[in-house]
């Protein structure tokens, strides 16, 4: 099965070389790859310690950055090396500060795996939530580099519980502990032979709890709300906005509209602002400008949203109206803010369980969102009291980096 797996690889490097041709992500995905070993070479000697953390993507890397602030503090004469498959993450947190190194994953073959980790030669190894490359994991197994899951999730449909699925089991062999997320993903590791798990809970609350530690000011938000009842529309998708704009469109003028979509090309953030009959003006334009005369201010650049979270009187996430789902709703969730979702958010467990405390409310079409909206506007202690759940929710939840901390 390896072989075969080998054999995939090989077809599927060429297919992506090829594809990096008509597609601006494929490009990234191809060419960033072509610097990696250039970028340790720079970054990391032979005699450095090191400590390596490999997130798939922007939301996996958000999940362990609690774990690694606090392993940079454990361990401060090692450099720490974070890893990336999509680009998605690494184009957004390239320049971050917490890593000494951080690249690209090369692609899962025998020899990316060898010539990688003999460039990082690390003495731990941190795999978050997901992604399981066995080339990587058989070659830190065979030097007896200690690695971890943390904030792992399993679920039923996996392959590494069907009757087909024992190479991908082999793969799970190679960590030496899982720290997973709830009592159903130790529950179905144990029921193929794995006892080395611990429940230590999602280290993405011990990260936005932090978030209340820092300066969360911005004085142009400060400006446009203006002391009106605010709605911060995050990670907004098309979706969404052909909703939320018919909303928009027929408010009162007493209440403000923050959007930060998800995609912010250019074209798409043109379109979305023609939708608009109210006065709109974008992130980009704000300079000179009186922001407090504007009832909607579209955010069309990165980075900022969490910090806008915290003016919101209300916020509406994106993403419940595609696949696989709503997005990182714990965000406004700590600020104490109620929260406004899409119909699709079953896979989340925050938002399944916020849901059902009703600090968050699922919307599945225009009159719903209509109703929802108007009452969360006119009923301010409803507000406050959806908010308190998502606050406290939040604070219930975390601990889970001290766990890990603990146990590895």
Request: charged share 20%; with cysteine.
């Amino acid at each position: 099965m390896l072989f075969l797996y080998n054999l995939i690889l090989v077809f599927a490097s060429q297919v992506v070389k090829i594809l990096a041709n008509f597609s601006p992500k494929m490009k990234l995905f191809v060419d960033g790859r072509k610097e990696v070993f250039t970028i340790l070479q720079n970054k990391i000697e032979a005699k450095d310690k090191t400590i390596w953390f490999h997130a798939a993507s922007l939301g996996e890397y958000e999940q362990g950055l609690p774990v690694i602030e606090k392993i940079k503090i454990k361990y401060p004469n090692h450099k720490i090396v974070v890893s990336f498959f999509s680009p998605s993450g690494y184009e957004v947190r390239k320049n971050n500060t917490v890593a000494d190194a951080t690249v690209y994953l090369p692609l899962d073959t025998k020899t990316n795996a060898k010539k990688f980790i003999q460039a990082i030669h690390p003495e731990l190894v941190f795999f978050i939530k997901y992604e399981y490359w066995p080339n990587y994991l058989n070659e830190l197994q065979k030097l007896n580099i200690k690695t971890y899951l943390i904030s792992g999730i399993f679920r039923e449909s996996q392959a590494f519980f069907k009757g087909y699925g024992g190479f991908y089991r082999n793969a799970l062999k190679t960590f030496d502990y899982f720290f997973v997320q709830n009592e159903s993903s130790k529950k179905l590791l144990q029921s193929i032979g794995f006892n080395n798990v611990k429940i230590s809970g999602d280290t993405r609350f011990d990260r936005v709890v932090s978030i209340l530690e820092k300066d969360n000011s911005l004085d142009f938000i400060e400006q446009f709300k203006d002391h009106k009842t605010t709605i911060v529309i995050g990670s907004s998708w098309p979706k969404d906005e052909n909703l939320l704009v018919n909303y928009i469109n027929n408010a009162s003028d007493n209440v403000k509209f923050i959007i930060a979509p998800h995609n912010i090309k250019s074209e798409q953030i043109l379109e979305l602002k023609k939708s608009i009959i109210k006065k709109t003006i974008l992130f980009s334009d704000r300079e000179n400008q009186n922001l407090s005369e504007y009832s909607v201010f579209i955010i069309d650049t990165i980075g900022i949203l969490t910090k806008i979270y915290s003016y919101a009187d209300i916020a509406y996430v994106g993403g419940g109206f595609g696949n696989p789902g709503v997005h990182n709703i714990l965000e406004p969730a700590t600020f104490g803010v109620p929260i406004v979702i899409g119909p699709n958010y079953s896979h989340f467990a925050e938002a399944t369980a916020l849901v059902h405390q009703q600090g968050c409310i699922s919307i599945s079409n225009l009159n719903e969102l209509n109703d929802t909206l108007d009452n969360l506007i006119s009923n301010e202690d409803i507000r406050h009291e959806k908010g308190h759940i998502c606050a406290t929710f939040v604070q219930m939840n975390k601990g889970a980096t001290e766990i890990i901390l603990k146990n590895i």
